[in-house]
């Protein structure tokens, strides 16, 4: 393995002359060379900077998580046009603050707004009201001029006003609470210990501030009694800190109507009250109660009289409802819990006006797949009827992509998931390699986002301009393409998806350019296998061929053929014994017919094999991992290889190891179709080098072969690097994780019909989740050098080592740490081994230069 030349640091000080050697840089760094001027002292210095060495890459696109909104924290409100709204707390199209959304009884949702977190407000907590104009009002608990939250109005079509933003004074802050309109027109609400009202044309007033009488953590709205007064609840204060029921006129005279006790009467009520025909509020406690504090339902006289109606077990019946009631048509009371139930995630319950409770609906988790998850204390998902008589309600979490659903749930507790948050329109988290099609446009898959955050297919041209073709639904069109596709002989795409297909053990789908999907096979799980991680090969004979890392007669994943129908053959099943166990690599077709390919565990030892197989399934070990070991680290000859194989102009076939090698980052290695494998090189995962290539290596057409690591590197994020046939490998690129390039690729390079490779990565890029790159390798030609200066009447003479026909630019500032570099004079380039510039110096401030190479 190469290494940069030591750095020689020249200093020139009161004509002494001192060399002194420092550690090797790390590969793929330059040297600028660096010159202070101060007189009378020069000295000549060289430093090194973050410049990649290996060549120039270009993103081309970063994914970004373009979402339909994540997490509704509240209930949803029923329009007077029949369909329901809604906020979610995070998501939405601008960074991610939360929206606002319309759904009909159907499910269609459609996002109205999206937050973005300035003086529109951020994370939306509160139900929304709509007022008598028809305009939607709600508040956000973040954002606004004063990043202390806001109050804003939408229409049903989605015109977005901001109308007050909180100053986090007497006038309150960070509002969690809906709003009600009262008979008079005003909007009144609570924020920060504060009941205000606000007019539809933003004029506010701060009514109350609470003191001792009640708490600053107000968990639910107010509602308008049938006799004027505005009543609510406090989560704390009141006359025993355990919250309180309070009552207000609409001139801000309040009324302590009841301190709860924290004992059976209940404590920390966090819902909103609810006002029967015959005058008594109802409303939820979040603790207390008579079994053991897992909060109450209550009934309240207008007059403070308070009645425990029911107490929460914690078991089937629920625990700590954080939510108000809804009077239903029927004259029940219905609600849900945040905790208890059958399964601990929550429950929906009805209970009389006497007390007699029913649980509904426990929700539960199946499989990976939640039917949702109730929230916790501050969040308060409470239930609306619809006008078909359904009770509809969100949760937060949980859902088909674990980013909260919306739901609809009958009197007689039948629950149907009505919608659910994907958290993604766009794709998310590349870990496949590109593959080029007959139209230069490179196509390739995302494992996460989408419509509904299970992966992506998409293509993009050389130019960066990216086309989402289809996003999974998880179905049997399957879920979390983890592979390269593959064009076949009819112009189609054909890849595999690990999860999802008619049984949810992956399938092979079959697309064409346009974007029209097709699910080709689906896995079952037994002898076919399941979970195919790895992309199809092609072979000769026009059958394509494949791997699944699970499955197969003994569990330990199989190889398989797929002809032009469809029909597959399963032509060998791994034991997870000597002859492999998992694997997750592509196959490749070598010169004599074989398929080659690699098994990331199993063997004699454990760490994976090399095997190979011919189209009849007679199957050959090569290698197995682990036959050299090194004392400190485990298997010198590497270990857990998770990457296909390629061959190589001179017939072996050259892959790479996860781990393993001289300290445990991974190996290169040939193997010839025969076995006998040759470890050639060992990552260091310092140095600049990389670590634990997990990915394809593809072969240039300068006879080199390129790959990529998805860690290591000179800032631990992967890197592109080269290797010759004889073993010598040179870091190319280093991915910086921070500069828009992008973080750890999970998939090999494609060399592109223009000459230059393109790739992705898994993480990074603008929006956090993964970028599509180009990539040029450049002759760098050496650092420059400073060789001599000289100090002649105020004119200092510079000369510097270069190579002939590179460009360099000569630059210079007064601070080494502060103020910007002036270039003097133009770019220069060199026709030899040594450029020299002068310039003009007096007794002004003290200089720096440098000199760098130019593009």
Do not use: C
């Not at 937060?396 to 009958?410: A, H, L, N, P």
Request: aromatic share 12%; net charge negative.
């Amino acid at each position: 393995m190469k290494h940069s030349p030591t750095l020689v640091m020249k200093s020139i000080g009161e004509r002494k002359l001192v060399r002194v050697a420092e550690p090797p840089l790390p590969r793929g760094w330059s040297v600028v060379a660096l010159l202070r001027w101060l007189l009378p002292a020069v000295v000549l210095a060289l430093v090194a900077t973050a410049a990649q060495a290996g060549g120039v890459l270009t993103t081309l696109h970063s994914f970004q998580i373009v979402t339909n909104g994540a997490n509704p924290e509240t209930a949803l409100v029923l329009g007077s046009d029949g369909n329901f709204y809604g906020t979610t707390y995070n998501g939405g199209s601008n960074g991610g603050w939360g929206t606002v959304f319309r759904m009909n009884t159907n499910g269609v949702l459609s996002t109205l707004y999206s937050f973005t977190g300035g003086n529109d407000g951020a994370n939306p907590l509160a139900q929304l009201a709509q007022g008598n104009d028809g305009f939607l009002y709600g508040t956000a608990e973040a954002g606004g001029i004063y990043d202390s939250g806001t109050v804003f109005k939408i229409s049903t079509n989605g015109a977005f006003t901001s109308l007050y933003s909180f100053a986090d004074g007497t006038d309150g802050a960070y509002p969690s609470a809906s709003l009600v309109q009262g008979t008079d027109g005003f909007l009144y609400g609570l924020a920060g210990g504060t009941v205000s009202k606000i007019g539809t044309n933003g004029v506010f007033a701060p009514l109350h501030f609470f003191g001792g009488e009640g708490g600053f953590l107000q968990g639910a709205g107010l509602i308008q009694g049938s006799d004027g007064f505005l009543y609510g609840t406090t989560q704390y204060g009141g006359a025993n800190n355990q919250g309180s029921v309070f009552k207000i006129s609409t001139n801000g005279d309040l009324t302590s109507l009841y301190s709860f006790t924290g004992t059976n009467d209940g404590a920390l009520p966090s819902g909103k009250l609810v006002q029967s025909s015959n005058g008594e509020f109802y409303g939820t406690t979040y603790s207390g109660g008579t079994n053991g504090g897992w909060g109450t339902v209550f009934k309240m006289s207008g007059s403070g009289g308070l009645t425990n109606l029911y107490s929460f077990t914690d078991g089937r019946d629920g625990a700590n409802p954080s939510a108000g009631l809804v009077l239903g048509s029927d004259g029940d009371l219905y609600g849900t819990t945040s905790y208890g139930g059958t399964n601990g995630f929550g429950t929906i319950f009805k209970v009389n006006t006497n007390g007699a409770l029913t649980s509904l609906y426990s929700f539960a988790t199946m499989g990976g797949i939640s039917k949702g998850k109730l929230s916790v204390l501050y969040n308060r998902p409470g239930l609306v009827q619809g006008s078909d008589s359904f009770f509809y309600g969100t949760t937060e979490r949980g859902g088909t992509d674990g980013y909260g659903m919306v739901f609809k749930i009958s009197a007689g507790g039948a629950l149907l998931e009505v919608y659910s948050f994907a958290g993604g329109s766009g794709g998310a988290n590349p870990q496949a390699m590109l593959a080029q099609g007959t139209d230069s446009d490179f196509y390739g898959t995302t494992y996460s986002g989408g419509t509904n955050d299970v992966g992506t297919v998409f293509k993009i041209s050389a130019s960066g301009m990216l086309i989402d073709l289809y996003s999974f639904t998880g179905g049997e069109d399957g879920a979390n393409p983890a592979s390269a596709l593959v064009e076949g002989k009819d112009g189609n795409f054909y890849g595999t998806t690990a999860y999802g297909g008619a049984y949810g053990a992956g399938n092979v789908f079959q697309m064409n350019s346009d974007g029209e999907l097709t699910n080709w096979y689906s896995f079952t799980g037994a002898d076919d296998g399941s979970v195919p991680e790895a992309a199809l090969v092609l072979g000769s004979e026009g059958d394509f061929y494949g791997t699944t890392s699970y499955g197969g007669a003994y569990g330990s994943g199989n190889v398989f053929e797929l002809n032009p129908d469809g029909a597959e053959t399963n032509l060998y099943s791994f034991t997870g014994g000597d002859d492999g166990d998992l694997p997750v690599a592509r196959l490749v077709q070598g010169n004599d017919g074989y398929f080659y390919g690699t098994t990331s565990s199993g063997g004699r030892f454990g760490n994976g094999t090399v095997f190979k197989i011919n189209g009849g399934g007679a199957f050959t070990s090569l290698y197995e991992f682990g036959e050299v070991i090194n004392a400190f680290y485990g298997p010198e000859d590497g270990g857990y290889p998770q990457a296909g194989l390629v061959q190589g102009g001179d017939g072996y076939f050259y892959g790479t190891t996860a781990y393993g090698g001289t300290y445990d980052n991974g190996t290169v290695f040939k193997v010839g179709s025969q076995g006998g494998l040759t470890s050639l090189d060992s990552f260091t995962g310092v140095y600049g080098d990389g670590a634990n290539a997990t990915n394809d290596l593809v072969e240039g057409s300068d006879g080199f072969l390129y790959g990529t690591t998805s860690a290591g590197g000179t800032y631990g994020n992967g890197t592109i690097f080269k290797l010759s046939t004889n073993g010598t490998l040179t870091t190319l690129y280093s991915f910086s994780g921070i500069n828009g390039d992008g973080a750890n690729p999970a998939a090999g390079l494609a060399l592109g019909s223009d000459g230059n490779f393109y790739g992705t990565t898994y993480n990074g890029g603008a929006g956090g989740n993964g970028t599509v790159f180009r990539f040029s390798e450049v002759s760098i030609p050496p650092p420059p050098v400073f060789l001599a200066m000289t100090l002649t009447n105020r004119t200092v003479t510079l000369t510097w080592s270069t190579e002939a026909g590179a460009s360099y630019q000569l630059q210079s500032k007064s601070g080494i740490y502060s103020g910007t570099w002036t270039n003097l004079g133009g770019v220069l380039t060199a026709s030899g081994g040594t450029l020299s510039v002068t310039d003009s110096v007096s007794n002004g401030p003290r200089r720096f230069y440098r000199v760098s190479l130019s593009p």
